[in-house]
């Protein structure tokens, strides 16, 4: 895990030179079908400089739609309804069309969590990086394919010259996502936004793009927003994590907390499932499934799945507590603004005995 001081919570509000990006009551919907769907709902969040923030939560969540939203990339029907993105202190959703595509690409990069998607297969991948540069550095053409070039050779591609002639079909998983790494890192951003950059890539392969980002982050002395539903790499990744469910935070905590003391019966049951048991011991897992989001139960949209509810959890939708040492959670089990829980909560599995630790 990273070891590096953790900065201080942010209070809603509170502004600090550390702050990098600032998300406050973001809301993002869909109109689907005569329905509308929340899918970021009253979201707020900071992201320091040179940290890593791990956004996390199941499929559905709406952790990539917050990462397009941060990029106004939102397509119809989706649509930002409500709230403010702050970046190097500037709202991002006042931002002329014109001034969000200077922003975009430059000073927050986004790494697509499919890279043969995100990839045009009718250009070769040293094209493409070339053309990242021109639209953002407006250098010559000749410097454009130099530093493509360059920036495959930074992300550890062998062969970066032969490799930049190469279309995307022809490369591996790895190599297209280290591509894609390499586009994001073209105009030296501030922030990178890392949605899911591991996914379907084996174990081997996933280390090392986990230990390029690492190595590109100090480098280039860049902040990381890292989307992702594996734990594994959130604890071997982020300094701070967010928890995310039904396009809800429900949890913020530094990395070692939320680990050793989780406070959402959400966090609990995920770190459940996970974590390391005796051999041919049963995971247990979350009972229910994840809600429509077009259809959430009224209170809290975990109450179903909870094995910790109150009555109060089917009625009112909870507010958050802030219990100390960055950490947040939206849960009725803790009282605004308080640290002691209302109500016990249940024992966590990984907490029935030392044989399960």
């Known amino acids: 895990m990273p070891d590096q001081p953790m900065p201080p ?4 509000g509170q502004s600090s030179p550390d702050v990098l990006l600032e998300v406050r009551r973001l809301s993002t919907v869909f109109a689907v079908a ?8 009253d979201v707020s969040f900071t992201v320091h400089r040179g940290e890593t923030l791990a956004l996390v939560g199941e499929s559905g969540s709406g952790k990539s739609v917050t990462a397009l939203s941060i990029m106004r990339l939102v397509a119809p029907p989706g649509r930002i309804v409500s709230g403010s993105i702050a970046f190097e ?5 006042a931002l002329p069309e014109r001034r969000m ?5 430059a000073r927050i990069a ?30 010559s053409r000749r410097e454009a394919r ?11 591609i062998p062969d970066p010259a032969g490799t930049a002639r190469a279309y995307p079909h022809q490369l591996s998983g790895g190599m297209r996502q280290r591509v894609l790494i390499a586009m994001a890192l073209c105009c030296r951003p501030a922030l990178v936004i890392a949605d899911e950059p591991t996914t379907a890539l084996d174990v081997t392969i996933q280390a090392e793009i986990l230990d390029l980002l690492r190595e590109m982050k100090a480098a280039y002395q860049l902040s990381l927003l890292l989307i992702t539903h594996d734990l594994g790499v959130v604890a071997e990744m982020a300094d701070r994590v967010l928890v995310m469910y039904a396009g809800r935070i429900v949890e913020e905590a530094p990395i070692h907390t939320v680990f050793a003391a989780p406070a959402h019966p959400y966090t609990q049951g995920l770190l459940a499932s996970v974590r390391g048991h005796t051999e041919g011991r049963h995971l247990p897992g979350i009972d229910g499934t994840v809600p429509d989001l077009a259809a959430l139960p009224p209170g809290c949209a975990f109450s179903p799945r909870c094995p ?4 109060r959890c089917e009625r009112e939708a909870p507010e958050e507590s802030r219990l100390g040492a960055g950490q947040a959670v939206r849960c009725h089990l803790y009282p605004p603004g308080g640290s002691s829980p209302t109500s016990t909560i249940l024992q966590r599995p990984s907490d029935s005995g030392p044989e399960d630790r």
């Open 146 to 156: 130099t530093r493509a070039v360059a920036l495959l050779d930074a992300v550890r």
């Open 101 to 105: 595509q200077a922003v975009r690409g």
């Open 34 to 41: 005569h329905r509308t769907v929340r899918a970021v709902d």
């Open 110 to 139: 986004l790494v697509f969590q499919e890279p043969l998607s995100a990839l045009n297969p009718v250009f070769t991948v040293g094209d493409q990086i070339a053309e990242a540069v021109l639209v953002h550095k407006q250098a």
């Open 89 to 93: 202190g500037c709202d991002l959703l």
């Open 9 to 12: 919570a942010m209070e809603p």
């Open 308 to 311: 910790s509810r109150i009555p």
